[in-house]
């Protein structure tokens, strides 16, 4: 079985600083590993993915996140916040062996000015 | 690519009422799936569809819910009857899995059962 746990609800800013939303997973086998956006009334946007390789991501909109194999964790992160930033962040996590992914419960950002 | 494309965007019905989600998928995808959000339980996986053929549906509710897709660039998700506990935002997404596996969302159609 996979999971996900996103620990925190909701995650407060100053714009300008930088961000962390936490993401910790259980997986079997090598795991493939997404962070998506959700802005109000939107669908679920992807931002970025770690498959295979460097263990620092680089995604859309200036996001990056790091996997950490030993930790179990793909904390997404950003070096400086813009209050265009709060919306809802899902981590996500499967396998080569499933196609199927599971999504953690989503962490509310909210980016102050 | 207009994206993965999805009718109604809002749906309001009473109770017992049919009612019939539609979705296109990103031209070139193999899969398909449908989820559902409400606050309460946060994003639920529905059904998965590859190469159009249901793969798991162990996320459908109960019979009341039924899914198709009948080509590779169709797929609806049908309610018969509807109850106020259906009311939730159903987003339909597609991807091509064994390439890059990320999932592209529609923008959902937000349903109200009265």
């Known amino acids: 079985a996979q999971s996900v746990a996103q620990p925190e609800d909701q995650v407060n800013v100053a714009e300008g600083n930088p961000l962390t939303v936490k993401c910790t997973y259980s997986?079997?086998?090598?795991?493939?590993l997404f962070w998506y956006v959700q802005y109000p009334n939107r669908g679920l946007q992807f931002l970025l993915k770690y498959i295979t390789g460097d263990n620092l991501v680089k995604g859309s909109y200036g996001f990056e996140a790091e996997f950490n194999k030993s930790q179990t964790s793909f904390h997404l992160k950003k070096p400086s916040a813009l209050v265009s930033d709060s919306a809802l962040y899902f981590c996500?996590?499967?396998?080569?062996?499933?196609?199927?992914?599971?999504f953690g419960r989503g962490t509310s950002l909210i980016v102050h000015p | 690519d207009a994206g993965v494309i999805q009718s109604p965007r809002h749906e309001v019905t009473e109770m017992g009422q049919e009612v019939t989600l539609r979705c296109k998928p990103i031209s070139g995808h193999n899969s398909l799936f449908w989820y559902r959000q409400t606050m309460m339980r946060g994003l639920e996986l529905l059904i998965y569809?590859?190469?159009?053929?249901?793969?798991?549906d162990s996320g459908m509710p109960e019979d009341r819910f039924s899914a198709k897709m009948p080509n590779a660039s169709f797929s609806t998700l049908k309610i018969q009857p509807s109850e106020p506990r259906d009311s939730a935002v159903y987003f339909c997404?597609?991807?091509?899995?064994?390439?890059?596996?990320?999932?592209?969302f529609g923008p959902g159609t937000r349903l109200t059962v009265t």
């Open positions: 996500a996590v499967t396998s080569g062996g499933s196609y199927i992914p599971t």
């Open positions: 997986v079997s086998g090598n795991p493939y």
């Open positions: 997404a597609s991807s091509t899995p064994g390439s890059s596996y990320e999932q592209y």
């Open positions: 569809f590859n190469n159009n053929v249901p793969i798991d």
